[in-house]
């Protein structure tokens, strides 16, 4: 048993012994008030197999129950983080492959066992309605062209995660959920931080009342941009990121301040700056601060950068406050919590990569279940239409009134 195995009970013999029999010796130990037995049952002098044990976890799927699913992009990020999560899932196996290189493709399938027939490219990518070992297909693909290949996976019948930001228009991620129903195949997006163990903590303390009445949140999510970086050269570009920092990587910080608030906000206000003379923002913003209100009285106030580098997350209380810093890292999250007591590191007993898993298993039982994902395409427009609603804000230098679902309310 491992150190973080904290939540499982101590077995001692009497207890094992309790668990395998069934008889009135278990109820004894918990503390019945059951009759005790005139004898203890007979228990076999040499090794011998146990009855199953209820499982303290699911469970892994045997191969050929798991669900199929396509990469489509393999750069850096999928090479790294998704193609790996796959291969460490309980439920799914990596079955293809979409790329444009069809020479890193075939490296890629080699390393993983993936068939030759079951490369794909971008111009014969509709092939893969005839493929019936592909169930799932993970968009990783830059912003612009998330509506495009998500649509056309729904249509060859696929179920569809796709990376964040959801779309670069309102109207694009409409489009994408009206084909997910049109063809009664499920759309998730792809916010890990929901399945990351520090963020899920930090929200279950701010429910249980850790920190008192929750009032204000901070977020601030940077990096920098490096056009050095072929993975980063896209994101200069509006016609494929659709927007800067925000979109990007400000949108961590969005999405983290209405998962812990629990709330839409009914109004914001935006402003952005741009450092002169910088090709880097010659059509996307670099700095953009926003702060969001919200019907319970709570405030938001984010900040997001590809000038800085900054990546936390605060929730402040009128008993409290918790800390995420960092707080949507691939690895090495952590959680600070502050009370009247002082300051102290909370445990949460997994490492941070469980978080890219955690949401391939969570969409792979959504889809084998029928149930709806914890992060739909509903809440992927919401967050681009608040993104949407924060440039225009800026660009008219006040405050913009917002619908429920996140889009701007039209003067």
Not at 146 to 171: D, F, R, S, W
Not at 203 to 218: I, P, R, S, Y
Request: with cysteine; glycine share 10%.
């Amino acid at each position: 048993m491992s150190e973080d195995d904290t939540s499982l009970p101590s077995l001692s013999r009497r207890g094992f012994l309790a668990g395998a029999s069934g008889t009135a010796v278990g109820l004894a130990a918990a503390g019945s008030t059951a009759a005790q037995p005139q004898s203890l049952p007979e228990i076999p002098e040499g090794a011998t197999g146990r009855p199953f044990p209820e499982a303290e976890l699911q469970m892994p799927l045997p191969s050929s129950e798991r669900l199929g699913w396509a990469v489509v992009g393999i750069g850096s990020f999928a090479l790294n983080h998704v193609i790996p999560a796959i291969t460490r899932s309980q439920t799914c196996k990596l079955t293809a492959l979409v790329s444009g290189n069809a020479e890193k493709a075939a490296r890629v399938a080699a390393n993983y066992g993936v068939p030759d027939a079951a490369i794909y490219g971008y111009d014969n990518f509709d092939a893969i309605a005839n493929d019936d070992s592909i169930d799932i297909v993970y968009i990783v693909l830059p912003n612009g062209l998330h509506a495009e290949y998500t649509i056309k996976a729904l249509q060859a019948g696929k179920h569809v995660m796709c990376e964040k930001p959801m779309a670069n228009t309102v109207q694009e991620c409409r489009d994408m959920i009206a084909a997910a129903d049109e063809a009664d195949r499920k759309l998730m997006i792809a916010y890990r931080a929901h399945f990351e163990p520090h963020n899920q903590r930090a929200l279950q303390m701010k429910q249980e009342g850790a920190f008192g009445d929750v009032k204000m949140l901070l977020g601030h999510t940077m990096r920098t941009l490096d056009l050095s970086r072929p993975r980063d050269e896209w994101r200069a570009l509006s016609d494929l990121a659709g927007g800067g920092s925000m979109m990007d990587i400000g949108i961590y910080a969005l999405n983290g301040a209405l998962y812990f608030l629990e709330e839409t906000p009914t109004m914001l206000a935006a402003s952005i700056s741009n450092p002169p003379d910088d090709v880097r923002f010659r059509e996307v913003e670099d700095m953009l601060t926003v702060q969001l209100r919200f019907g319970s009285g709570a405030l938001a106030n984010l900040a997001t950068s590809y000038t800085m580098n900054e990546n936390r997350i605060q929730l402040l209380g009128t008993d409290g406050s918790g800390l995420l810093d960092p707080a949507t890292s691939y690895s090495g999250n952590e959680l600070v919590a502050t009370g009247p007591d002082g300051s102290r590191t909370v445990s949460v007993g997994q490492t941070s990569a469980t978080q890219f898993t955690g949401e391939i298993d969570h969409f792979s039982r959504a889809v084998l279940e029928d149930l709806e994902p914890r992060t739909p395409g509903a809440m992927g427009l919401r967050d681009v239409a608040l993104i949407k609603a924060m440039y225009a804000s800026a660009e008219r230098d006040g405050w913009v009134k917002l619908n429920p679902d996140g889009t701007m309310v039209e003067s």
